[in-house]
């Protein structure tokens, strides 16, 4: 899904998300954090976020993340906090239909991948002249694009999945959403369960003030502890 970047990376913010499985202490998880996340499951499930994606032919095509129904639940602060279990890309986002499955990932790994792989996410403006973008891309809705790169690492191998979204407001929202998730589902060995989401995300906001309350919420972290050269 396209060749290793050299970026910006994402790191990890140590007093975001606290707590480790070798301590055995369940993570403590900021108010704002909580509902930046509530704000990312709910955006990408009611609306998607439209990308481009690099395929293996090293092409820009139109894709639309969203999150599976699958969920683990992690406990935090005595809450029962439920984290997607992975990132999907679709041809088409059909509005009617919010649920989507990991079965939906084939063998080679199409169509998504799952959070627990992920193991590196990096952002940076730069273009790259080796994945260029066509010239109705750098004139439409992408031309102020941000690349982020997911690093993956399945059985026997690592593969970056390239994906250009349309701001570097978009990108921020999506590298310190997965960020947040990682942290969840790593640093705690309280019990978990992984099924259909039993706890619904509800929002009294459109899908527009769910984005809008999501950046306001990213303000309160530092730009500089998420966009780090």
């Given at each position: 899904?396209?060749?290793?970047?050299?970026?910006?990376?994402?790191?990890?913010?140590?007093?975001?998300?606290?707590?480790?499985?070798?301590?055995?202490?369940?993570?403590?998880?900021?108010?704002?954090?909580?509902?930046?996340?509530?704000?990312?499951?709910?955006?990408?499930?009611s609306e998607g976020m439209e990308v481009l994606k690099l395929n293996r032919?090293?092409?820009?095509?139109?894709?639309?993340?969203?999150?599976?129904?699958?969920?683990?639940?992690?406990?935090?602060?005595?809450?029962?906090?439920?984290?997607?279990?992975?990132?999907?890309?679709?041809?088409?986002?059909?509005?009617?239909?919010?649920?989507?499955?990991?079965?939906?990932?084939?063998?080679?790994?199409?169509?998504?991948?799952?959070?627990?792989?992920?193991?590196?996410?990096?952002?940076?403006?730069?273009?790259?002249?080796?994945?260029?973008?066509?010239?109705?891309?750098?004139?439409?809705?992408?031309?102020?694009?941000?690349?982020?790169?997911?690093?993956?690492?399945?059985?026997?191998?690592?593969?970056?999945?390239?994906?250009?979204?349309?701001?570097?407001?978009?990108?921020?929202?999506?590298?310190?959403?997965?960020?947040?998730?990682?942290?969840?589902?790593?640093?705690?060995?309280?019990?978990?369960?992984?099924?259909e989401n039993k706890s619904k995300l509800e929002l009294d906001r459109s899908?527009?003030?769910?984005?809008?309350?999501?950046?306001?919420?990213?303000?309160?972290?530092?730009?500089?502890?998420?966009?780090?050269?």
């Open positions: 899904d396209g060749n290793s970047q050299t970026g910006t990376v994402v790191p990890s913010n140590p007093e975001s998300v606290a707590g480790s499985a070798s301590t055995g202490k369940p993570p403590n998880m900021p108010v704002n954090q909580k509902r930046f996340l509530e704000n990312f499951v709910h955006t990408l499930r032919d090293n092409k820009w095509q139109t894709r639309y993340l969203t999150v599976s129904k699958e969920v683990q639940i992690v406990n935090v602060n005595n809450e029962r906090v439920p984290c997607p279990v992975g990132m999907l890309w679709l041809k088409k986002f059909n509005h009617r239909n919010k649920d989507h499955s990991i079965s939906s990932i084939d063998k080679e790994g199409k169509g998504g991948v799952l959070v627990t792989q992920l193991v590196r996410v990096s952002a940076t403006s730069r273009a790259d002249p080796g994945q260029p973008l066509t010239k109705k891309q750098l004139t439409g809705k992408f031309k102020d694009s941000v690349l982020v790169t997911l690093r993956a690492k399945e059985t026997s191998a690592t593969r970056d999945i390239c994906l250009r979204c349309q701001s570097k407001q978009d990108a921020h929202f999506l590298c310190t959403s997965i960020r947040i998730v990682l942290e969840l589902m790593t640093s705690t060995d309280g019990p978990a369960s992984v099924g899908s527009s003030k769910v984005r809008n309350a999501a950046n306001s919420d990213a303000a309160s972290v530092k730009t500089s502890d998420m966009w780090e050269v």
